[in-house]
């Protein structure tokens, strides 16, 4: 299957948006849909219930907190959007492409061209050049000419605020540092969609504020984000926050109304 296959691929089993839905921030379709989503592990006990039943819209230009205490389904749920992990039933529908009926081989063409991905603990090559590790998605998917990867990849660490240390090696700079490189990585390829798991979770408070700032630079500019986080001070600045206990969405918030249940609605251990 060619790349075009994905992008043109239309059925008339597209799901519809949740009724009810009156996101402030976009219009139209939503970029991602979960229908129905389920994800059990095999334990020797049995089968273990990860994921209950997941149901929500993502809309394209939302910057979106999953949120919820360890174990509850966070990271496992940002895994099936980015077609990391796959559903033990459900729908997942990101754009047109239903990511769950994906081979390996078809999910990683979609992947490198429609999805960035940013990890608490930045995961850049040692041996590479800053310079290198971004241009590294470009060189896998075919992207640009080699003098456009280039090029792009120097706009990038500018934005991002590192043209200055191109060509160091990754050890020769901090992690918040090194967060911002694999940020302008995420966005190599240009996708219209950035997750990431825990992505302030190694750097002190300061550095995180930045990081968030950087995040809401490129919301700003259209691309949508989802990120995992347990940081409640830095989930204010979300436009949206999913709250998941036991598997489950318990509350999902809009701006400006997430703060006040937080506060005195959603139960203690749900956030921590």
Do not use: C
């Not at 006990?45 to 209950?52: E, H, I, K, T, Y």
Request: avoid cysteine.
């Amino acid at each position: 299957m060619t790349f075009e296959w994905f992008q043109s691929r239309k059925t008339a089993a597209h799901p519809q948006p949740l009724a009810g839905d009156k996101s402030p921030l976009v219009t139209g379709i939503p970029l991602i849909r979960l229908r129905d989503l389920k994800k059990s592990y095999p334990s020797a006990a049995g089968d273990v219930p990860v994921l209950r039943g997941i149901n929500l819209d993502i809309y394209p230009g939302e910057f979106v907190g999953i949120m919820g205490k360890s174990g509850s389904g966070k990271t496992t749920l940002l895994n099936m959007i980015a077609g990391i992990d796959r559903p033990t039933s459900g729908e997942v529908w990101v754009s047109e492409t239903p990511i769950h009926q994906l081979t390996e081989g078809q999910m990683a063409v979609w992947r490198g061209r429609n999805l960035g991905i940013i990890f608490q603990f930045f995961q850049l090559l040692p041996m590479l050049t800053l310079l290198d590790n971004i241009m590294l998605p470009m060189d896998f998917s075919k992207m640009y000419t080699i003098r456009q990867r280039r090029e792009r990849a120097l706009e990038l660490l500018d934005m991002v605020e590192m043209a200055g240390h191109a060509y160091k090696l990754p050890s020769a700079i901090s992690g918040g540092q090194q967060q911002r490189v694999a940020i302008a990585r995420a966005l190599a390829n240009d996708p219209p969609l950035v997750v990431a798991d825990e992505p302030t979770g190694n750097l002190d408070s300061k550095t995180a504020q930045s990081v968030f700032d950087l995040f809401q630079k490129f919301v700003n500019r259209g691309k949508t984000f989802i990120i995992v986080t347990h940081d409640t001070t830095l989930a204010e600045r979300l436009s949206r926050a999913a709250y998941i206990a036991d598997g489950q969405i318990v509350n999902d918030r809009k701006q400006g109304d997430h703060k006040e249940f937080l506060q005195t609605r959603l139960p203690p251990e749900v956030i921590l």
